[in-house]
Protein backbone atom coordinates (compact mmCIF):
# COMPACT_ATOMS: atom_id res chain seq x y z
CA UNK A 1 0.00 0.00 0.00
CA UNK A 2 1.02 3.38 -0.75
CA UNK A 3 1.30 6.22 1.89
CA UNK A 4 -1.64 8.41 3.09
CA UNK A 5 -3.95 5.05 3.15
CA UNK A 6 -4.50 4.63 -0.54
CA UNK A 7 -4.40 1.40 -2.69
CA UNK A 8 -1.32 2.81 -4.67
CA UNK A 9 1.17 0.34 -4.80
CA UNK A 10 4.85 1.82 -4.62
CA UNK A 11 4.73 2.79 -8.14
CA UNK A 12 2.14 4.75 -7.55
CA UNK A 13 -0.46 2.38 -9.67
CA UNK A 14 -4.03 1.63 -8.07
CA UNK A 15 -3.98 -2.04 -6.49
CA UNK A 16 -6.83 -2.95 -8.24
CA UNK A 17 -6.90 -6.63 -6.07
CA UNK A 18 -7.93 -4.53 -3.08
CA UNK A 19 -11.02 -2.20 -4.81
CA UNK A 20 -12.22 -5.44 -6.80
CA UNK A 21 -12.63 -7.33 -3.06
CA UNK A 22 -14.34 -4.62 -1.81
CA UNK A 23 -16.44 -3.75 -4.60
CA UNK A 24 -17.19 -6.89 -6.35
CA UNK A 25 -16.48 -9.49 -3.15
CA UNK A 26 -17.16 -8.53 0.04
CA UNK A 27 -20.95 -9.62 1.15
CA UNK A 28 -21.04 -6.47 3.56
CA UNK A 29 -20.42 -3.79 0.66
CA UNK A 30 -22.57 -5.70 -2.09
CA UNK A 31 -25.08 -5.80 0.86
CA UNK A 32 -24.80 -2.22 1.27
CA UNK A 33 -25.34 -1.02 -2.48
CA UNK A 34 -28.13 -3.42 -2.98
CA UNK A 35 -30.03 -1.48 -0.39
CA UNK A 36 -28.82 1.78 -1.04
CA UNK A 37 -28.98 1.33 -5.34
CA UNK A 38 -33.06 1.67 -5.56
CA UNK A 39 -34.37 4.29 -8.14
CA UNK A 40 -36.52 7.22 -7.23
CA UNK A 41 -38.02 9.70 -9.04
CA UNK A 42 -38.67 11.99 -6.10
CA UNK A 43 -34.70 12.00 -6.23
CA UNK A 44 -34.48 11.82 -10.08
CA UNK A 45 -36.36 15.39 -9.82
CA UNK A 46 -34.03 16.86 -7.11
CA UNK A 47 -37.49 17.45 -4.50
CA UNK A 48 -36.27 15.59 -1.46
CA UNK A 49 -34.68 18.60 0.02
CA UNK A 50 -37.85 21.25 -0.69
CA UNK A 51 -40.31 21.32 1.80
CA UNK A 52 -42.98 22.53 -0.56
CA UNK A 53 -42.59 19.13 -2.42
CA UNK A 54 -43.25 17.11 0.86
CA UNK A 55 -46.20 19.29 1.33
CA UNK A 56 -47.54 18.83 -2.57
CA UNK A 57 -47.13 14.84 -2.01
CA UNK A 58 -48.63 14.61 1.93
CA UNK A 59 -51.43 16.93 0.43
CA UNK A 60 -52.36 14.41 -2.27
CA UNK A 61 -52.24 11.15 -0.63
CA UNK A 62 -54.27 12.74 2.09
CA UNK A 63 -57.34 14.67 0.44
CA UNK A 64 -59.81 11.31 0.23
CA UNK A 65 -61.39 11.94 -3.22
CA UNK A 66 -58.13 11.97 -5.98
CA UNK A 67 -57.49 9.30 -8.15
CA UNK A 68 -54.74 7.82 -5.97
CA UNK A 69 -57.65 5.35 -4.90
CA UNK A 70 -56.55 5.56 -1.12
CA UNK A 71 -59.68 6.59 0.33
CA UNK A 72 -59.25 8.36 3.31
CA UNK A 73 -57.07 5.58 5.04
CA UNK A 74 -53.65 7.71 4.66
CA UNK A 75 -55.87 10.83 5.96
CA UNK A 76 -57.03 8.43 9.18
CA UNK A 77 -53.45 7.65 9.63
CA UNK A 78 -51.99 10.65 9.69
CA UNK A 79 -54.87 12.30 12.38
CA UNK A 80 -54.19 9.09 14.09
CA UNK A 81 -50.47 9.82 14.79
CA UNK A 82 -50.81 13.56 15.50
CA UNK A 83 -53.87 13.15 18.11
CA UNK A 84 -51.96 10.66 19.46
CA UNK A 85 -48.42 12.64 19.67
CA UNK A 86 -50.84 15.98 21.17
CA UNK A 87 -52.31 13.08 23.60
CA UNK A 88 -55.78 13.99 22.92
CA UNK A 89 -56.97 10.41 23.32
CA UNK A 90 -60.68 11.67 23.59
CA UNK A 91 -59.96 13.59 20.30
CA UNK A 92 -58.53 10.34 18.87
CA UNK A 93 -61.79 8.62 19.24
CA UNK A 94 -63.73 10.72 18.18
CA UNK A 95 -62.03 11.03 14.77
CA UNK A 96 -61.86 8.06 14.40
CA UNK A 97 -65.69 7.78 14.58
CA UNK A 98 -66.11 11.16 12.38
CA UNK A 99 -66.92 10.82 8.20
CA UNK A 100 -64.07 12.51 6.54
CA UNK A 101 -65.22 13.36 3.38
CA UNK A 102 -65.79 17.17 4.29
CA UNK A 103 -62.34 17.23 5.03
CA UNK A 104 -60.29 20.89 3.62
CA UNK A 105 -56.73 20.05 2.61
CA UNK A 106 -54.68 23.41 2.00
CA UNK A 107 -50.78 23.92 1.32
CA UNK A 108 -48.99 26.74 1.23
CA UNK A 109 -51.93 28.11 3.18
CA UNK A 110 -50.37 31.54 4.33
CA UNK A 111 -47.01 29.68 3.82
CA UNK A 112 -47.83 27.33 6.45
CA UNK A 113 -47.01 24.24 4.74
CA UNK A 114 -49.82 21.94 5.25
CA UNK A 115 -53.56 22.55 7.01
CA UNK A 116 -56.09 19.23 7.30
CA UNK A 117 -59.30 21.05 8.65
CA UNK A 118 -62.15 19.09 9.97
CA UNK A 119 -65.38 21.07 9.39
CA UNK A 120 -67.85 18.60 10.86
CA UNK A 121 -65.86 17.79 14.07
CA UNK A 122 -67.34 18.80 17.26
CA UNK A 123 -65.59 21.92 17.57
CA UNK A 124 -64.05 21.91 14.32
CA UNK A 125 -60.50 20.10 14.38
CA UNK A 126 -57.50 22.32 12.19
CA UNK A 127 -54.73 20.18 11.77
CA UNK A 128 -51.35 22.80 10.86
CA UNK A 129 -47.73 21.23 10.05
CA UNK A 130 -44.58 23.04 9.09
CA UNK A 131 -42.25 20.56 7.58
CA UNK A 132 -38.69 21.24 7.91
CA UNK A 133 -36.44 19.41 5.59
CA UNK A 134 -33.00 20.75 6.20
CA UNK A 135 -33.71 24.30 6.53
CA UNK A 136 -34.66 25.17 10.32
CA UNK A 137 -37.08 27.87 11.83
CA UNK A 138 -36.29 31.29 11.59
CA UNK A 139 -37.70 34.60 13.17
CA UNK A 140 -41.51 34.84 14.50
CA UNK A 141 -42.25 32.08 12.11
CA UNK A 142 -44.21 29.68 14.37
CA UNK A 143 -45.89 32.71 15.88
CA UNK A 144 -47.10 33.93 12.36
CA UNK A 145 -48.60 30.94 11.74
CA UNK A 146 -50.56 30.62 15.21
CA UNK A 147 -52.31 34.44 14.71
CA UNK A 148 -53.12 33.72 11.18
CA UNK A 149 -54.61 30.48 12.03
CA UNK A 150 -56.91 31.77 14.86
CA UNK A 151 -57.94 35.10 12.68
CA UNK A 152 -59.12 32.56 10.35
CA UNK A 153 -60.36 29.75 12.10
CA UNK A 154 -61.46 31.14 16.01
CA UNK A 155 -63.79 28.47 16.78
CA UNK A 156 -61.50 25.23 15.85
CA UNK A 157 -59.60 23.04 17.98
CA UNK A 158 -56.08 23.77 16.90
CA UNK A 159 -53.67 21.33 16.65
CA UNK A 160 -50.05 22.69 15.62
CA UNK A 161 -47.33 20.08 14.49
CA UNK A 162 -43.64 20.74 14.11
CA UNK A 163 -42.42 17.93 11.73
CA UNK A 164 -38.82 17.46 11.20
CA UNK A 165 -36.18 14.45 10.63
CA UNK A 166 -35.34 14.20 14.06
CA UNK A 167 -38.26 15.77 15.93
CA UNK A 168 -36.60 19.28 16.45
CA UNK A 169 -37.90 21.04 19.59
CA UNK A 170 -40.01 23.92 18.47
CA UNK A 171 -39.59 27.45 19.99
CA UNK A 172 -42.95 27.69 20.39
CA UNK A 173 -44.93 25.73 23.26
CA UNK A 174 -48.13 25.29 21.19
CA UNK A 175 -46.27 23.01 18.48
CA UNK A 176 -45.73 19.45 19.40
CA UNK A 177 -42.44 17.76 17.46
CA UNK A 178 -42.78 15.13 15.18
CA UNK A 179 -40.07 13.07 13.29
CA UNK A 180 -40.24 11.64 10.21
CA UNK A 181 -39.75 8.42 10.82
CA UNK A 182 -43.00 8.26 12.70
CA UNK A 183 -44.82 9.36 9.86
CA UNK A 184 -43.37 7.20 7.56
CA UNK A 185 -44.51 4.54 9.88
CA UNK A 186 -48.03 5.79 10.60
CA UNK A 187 -48.87 6.25 6.66
CA UNK A 188 -46.72 3.45 5.89
CA UNK A 189 -49.28 0.68 7.57
CA UNK A 190 -51.67 1.99 4.57
CA UNK A 191 -49.65 -0.23 2.50
CA UNK A 192 -50.31 -3.24 4.61
CA UNK A 193 -53.44 -3.20 2.96
CA UNK A 194 -55.35 -3.30 -0.76
CA UNK A 195 -55.97 0.03 -0.81
CA UNK A 196 -54.70 2.48 -3.58
CA UNK A 197 -53.89 1.92 -7.39
CA UNK A 198 -51.19 0.80 -7.95
CA UNK A 199 -49.21 3.64 -9.66
CA UNK A 200 -50.15 5.67 -6.12
CA UNK A 201 -48.64 2.20 -4.15
CA UNK A 202 -45.56 2.72 -5.85
CA UNK A 203 -45.34 6.69 -5.34
CA UNK A 204 -46.15 5.97 -1.33
CA UNK A 205 -43.61 3.08 -1.29
CA UNK A 206 -40.76 5.21 -2.82
CA UNK A 207 -41.28 7.84 -1.14
CA UNK A 208 -41.43 6.55 2.33
CA UNK A 209 -37.88 4.51 1.34
CA UNK A 210 -36.37 7.63 -0.07
CA UNK A 211 -36.89 9.74 3.45
CA UNK A 212 -35.89 6.76 5.44
CA UNK A 213 -32.64 6.54 3.46
CA UNK A 214 -32.24 10.32 3.78
CA UNK A 215 -33.07 11.21 7.22
CA UNK A 216 -34.47 8.17 9.12
CA UNK A 217 -31.29 6.34 11.10
CA UNK A 218 -30.82 3.09 9.85
CA UNK A 219 -29.13 0.60 11.89
CA UNK A 220 -28.88 -1.79 9.37
CA UNK A 221 -26.62 0.41 6.82
CA UNK A 222 -24.66 1.52 9.90
CA UNK A 223 -23.53 -1.71 10.99
CA UNK A 224 -22.94 -2.53 7.34
CA UNK A 225 -20.81 0.81 7.10
CA UNK A 226 -18.60 -0.25 10.47
CA UNK A 227 -17.80 -3.49 9.36
CA UNK A 228 -16.74 -2.35 5.48
CA UNK A 229 -14.67 0.26 7.26
CA UNK A 230 -13.12 -2.03 9.73
CA UNK A 231 -11.88 -4.93 7.28
CA UNK A 232 -11.41 -2.22 4.09
CA UNK A 233 -10.34 0.83 5.65
CA UNK A 234 -7.83 2.21 2.89
CA UNK A 235 -9.63 1.08 -0.10
CA UNK A 236 -12.91 3.43 0.72
CA UNK A 237 -10.80 6.53 1.69
CA UNK A 238 -9.27 6.42 -1.69
CA UNK A 239 -12.91 6.40 -3.07
CA UNK A 240 -13.42 9.80 -1.10
CA UNK A 241 -10.58 11.01 -2.28
CA UNK A 242 -11.18 10.39 -5.49
CA UNK A 243 -14.98 11.86 -5.51
CA UNK A 244 -15.63 13.94 -8.61
CA UNK A 245 -15.43 17.27 -7.25
CA UNK A 246 -17.46 19.55 -10.19
CA UNK A 247 -15.82 23.05 -8.68
CA UNK A 248 -12.84 22.11 -8.30
CA UNK A 249 -12.95 20.67 -11.79
CA UNK A 250 -14.74 23.56 -13.41
CA UNK A 251 -11.43 25.47 -11.72
CA UNK A 252 -8.78 23.34 -13.04
CA UNK A 253 -11.03 23.55 -16.95
CA UNK A 254 -11.21 27.47 -16.44
CA UNK A 255 -7.69 28.04 -15.49
CA UNK A 256 -5.99 25.51 -18.12
CA UNK A 257 -8.22 27.22 -21.27
CA UNK A 258 -7.39 31.00 -19.70
CA UNK A 259 -3.54 29.61 -19.73
CA UNK A 260 -4.07 28.44 -23.51
CA UNK A 261 -5.77 31.80 -24.25
CA UNK A 262 -2.56 33.42 -23.13
CA UNK A 263 0.31 31.15 -24.12
CA UNK A 264 -1.58 31.20 -27.83
Known amino acids: MGAGGSVLSEAGEVDYGELASLCVTDAAFRAMSAELDT ?14 RHSNFLSDILTPGLPHAFGDSVLRAFLDLILS ?8 LEVHL ?4 RVEILRE ?6 VCRLPDAKPPLCVCVEIKVEAVEHGEQLATYEKAVAAEWPGDDVKFVFLTPTAEEPSRDAW ?3 SFADLLQAIGTVLNGRAGAEVARTMLRT ?9 VPN ?4 ELARLIWSQHGREPEYLIDQRPDILRDAGIDIRERVFSATRD
Not at 46 to 51: D, F, I, L, P, T
Not at 85 to 92: I, T, V
Not at 98 to 101: D, I, S
Not at 219 to 222: K, T
Open 39 to 52: YCPFEALMVARQEI
Open 85 to 92: ACGDERRR
Open 98 to 101: CELG
Open 109 to 114: WKHLDL
Open 176 to 178: TPL
Open 207 to 215: YIEMMRRRY
Open 219 to 222: ENLD
